[in-house]
């Protein structure tokens, strides 16, 4: 197990033990590293992990905070929904598509409703998430990269300020990382998909901020259109090369 997936664990047994609730504040970076025997950046990682499955957020300058109840061994609905569907794409990978078009489905109304709806701290939050976003392309690390892909969308679902739509849209991209990860991750190893996703997202932003929700559900449906796109076309990259592998062992 990664350091940061057991950190993970330990942040979420410690949220249980202390009796936290959705809206409560963490101990801070420091205090928790001291707490469980781990280095800042280690911490900071397993709390961006959590916040990419909708459990905690972090304000800039302010600390960071319980969004979701965290249960133990106790399974939420939300959790039920994304094993049952995780098995479903386990099973047969094509389904995969159909959780991008659900994705279509869900983040028209996400971003529509963010652009009418957003706060200025709503709005701090979504510029937050997508410089986030730039910093660790820059970084050039894929994993990391595809992680803050998921927080920023997610922050625009948290400015819909519309509960059902979050938190399916925090089930869909918790099935994201665990099915399709790989393939959002090579995304961004190729520089021109790279760059394009780059523009399409601060577009997303950009109409977002403005008010303006027909150009906001306009441009993540181009946006979703695109990495469908991007996906089908590496996974069948993918499928020829292995094709090609088998041949070459009867040449």
């Known amino acids: 197990m990664r350091l940061a997936d057991r950190l993970a664990e330990q942040l979420q047994t410690l949220i249980i033990d202390r ?3 959705p809206g409560d504040r963490l101990p801070a970076e420091r205090q928790l590293a001291l707490e469980l025997g781990a280095s800042r950046p280690s911490v900071r990682e397993a709390i ?3 916040a990419s499955q909708g459990l905690l957020r972090s304000r800039q300058g302010g600390g960071t905070y319980l969004q979701a ?3 133990g061994s106790v399974a939420w609905p939300q959790q039920q929904l994304v094993q049952t569907l995780g098995q479903l794409v386990s ?3 094509e389904y995969r598509y ?3 078009e659900a994705r279509h489905a869900l983040e028209g109304g996400t971003a529509w409703h963010a652009a009418l709806r957003a ?3 709503d709005r701090a939050h979504i510029r937050a998430a997508f410089d986030d976003l730039l910093r660790e392309q820059d970084i ?4 990391r990269s595809s992680q803050a892909d998921a927080r920023f969308h997610l922050a625009i679902a948290e400015a819909s300020h519309n509960a059902i739509l979050l938190q399916m849209m925090r089930g869909l991209f918790q099935l994201l990382q665990s099915t399709v990860t790989e393939n959002r991750q090579r995304m961004y190893t190729v520089r021109h998909t790279h760059e394009q996703l780059t523009q399409q997202h601060q577009a997303l932003m950009g109409a977002i901020l403005q008010g303006d929700a027909q150009a906001a559900r306009d441009t993540v449906w181009q946006h979703l259109e ?9 996974d069948e990259d993918e499928a020829r090369r292995a094709r090609s592998s088998r041949l070459s062992h009867f040449s």
Do not use: E, K, S, Y
Not at 140 to 143: P, W
Not at 226 to 231: E, G, L, P, R, S
């Open 19 to 21: 009796g936290l609730r």
């Open 48 to 50: 961006q992990q959590l």
């Open 69 to 71: 109840p965290v249960q």
């Open 91 to 93: 099973d047969d990978p």
């Open 98 to 100: 159909d959780v991008l």
């Open 119 to 121: 706060t200025p701290d």
């Open 140 to 143: 050039g690390d894929a994993d």
């Open 226 to 234: 695109f990495v469908h796109a991007a996906v089908r076309a590496l």
